[in-house]
């Protein structure tokens, strides 16, 4: 049985449905085989094809309410799709963000911006996965950032500077954090900050310039500068000064969907060191009677099912309402981290052949590799459980 099987067979709550899914995703995934994406990783290309499969399959309008044209399914069932296509092989990072970054338009946007644009977003004709929260002179510390959006007549106007906005070249509208009352003037340090949606086709893209950055993996990933970009300011999602709350509320699922990820590459690495651990014949024996080369891969094992709980604990309290920022951050901790240790796992197991191409390893432990660092790195979780969970003094 393989080990995505019997993760699949003694998931706590996998209904029907989950199960279902889980299948047409790796059904869907079959027909994108590790020599698509190491084409694509060599010229940093972008996964079109991939991505306008998951988008008329309708999984990346997973989250989207029936109502405007989405599934309508819980994040639960989000995770799996995700999870499935990491232990595929393939990478849903190119997308991962069609499926939450209208989270905050769904919260906080008006009737008549949610009837304007999800529909759209259901249906792939808009793509909304770019997000513009980090900036360059601020980095985690988000209430730092200098973006300033100033209200002038029934435009905002924009300046200023953002990084690693991913997937921008390959959206239609980007969500964007920027500051509309200054620091000093605001009571609360979490307000004065604003969201808005962008729409980069339109007008309001003239004064916007990007630039590629060329990363590690293949991630279509950008800097962006912002001269006297003009929003119309119905395109304010929300309260003007609330943005930051909003965003908040959305990192929940995005780290839940992302752990989700990362114990989908945990999987993949996984099965990858114990079939070639099987195969692989040094000194006459397979490498895999070995303890040495067991144990490793037993215990990323049993780091990845523990990872794997508390993800669906944190999906669980998200789609009942509950509060959920701890086991969020703990769920997106502790898969990053049996990723990672499944990746250095496999790489061991594999020996050489893990630095050869054509066994994706290198490409996949490239990809995983990001988790301890985005969308929230590793100590920023710490510092966060330290302090909220703890009750410890806040470090910074
Ligand atoms: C490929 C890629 C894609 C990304 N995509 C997006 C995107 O689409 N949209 C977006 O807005 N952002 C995106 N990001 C940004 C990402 O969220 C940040 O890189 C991440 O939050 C860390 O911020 P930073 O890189 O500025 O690191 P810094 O904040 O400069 O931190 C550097 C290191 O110092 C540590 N550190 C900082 N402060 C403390 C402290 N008080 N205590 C202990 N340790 C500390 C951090 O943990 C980190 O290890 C992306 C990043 C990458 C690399």
Known sequence: ??????????????????????????????????????????????????????????????????????????LKAAVAIMEEIQASGCNGAACHAQMYVMGTLLRHGSADQKERWLPGIASGALRLQAFGVTEPGSGSDTLNLRTVAVREGDHYVIN???????????????????????????????????????????????????RPIRTMMNHATTEVFFDDVRVPAENLIGQEGQGFSYILAGMNAERILIAGECIGDAKWFIERATSYAKERVVFGRPIGRNQGIQFPIARAYAQMRAAELMVDEAAE????????????????????????????????????????????????????????????STNLILSYLSEHVLGLPRSY
Not at 180 to 185: F, G, K, P, S, V
Not at 317 to 333: H, S, T, V
């Open 1 to 74: 049985m393989s080990i995505e099987k019997r993760s699949e067979d003694t998931r706590r709550s996998g209904s029907e449905e989950i199960v279902r899914i889980r299948e047409a995703v790796r059904a869907l995934c079959a027909g994108f085989p590790g020599t698509y994406w190491r084409e694509l990783d060599r010229t940093r290309a972008y996964p079109t094809a991939f991505v306008k499969a998951l988008t008329d399959a309708g999984f990346l309008a997973a989250l989207i309410p029936e109502a405007y044209g989405g599934s309508g399914l819980n």
């Open 160 to 210: 200023g500077q953002k990084i690693w906005t991913s997937r921008l070249e390959h959206s239609d509208l980007m969500l964007l954090l920027a500051r509309t009352t200054a620091r000093e003037a605001v009571k609360k340090h979490t307000e004065g900050l604003s969201v808005f949606l962008l729409d980069l086709r339109e007008e309001s893209r003239r004064g916007l310039t990007v």
């Open 317 to 376: 309290r998200y789609q009942e309402g509950l509060p959920c920022g701890a086991e969020a951050n703990m769920a997106k901790l502790l898969a990053a981290d049996a990723s990672w240790a499944a990746a250095d796992t496999c790489v061991q197991t594999l020996g050489g052949f893990a630095f050869a191409e054509e066994f994706d390893v290198e490409r996949k432990f490239r990809e995983t590799r990001l988790y301890q660092v985005a969308p929230v």
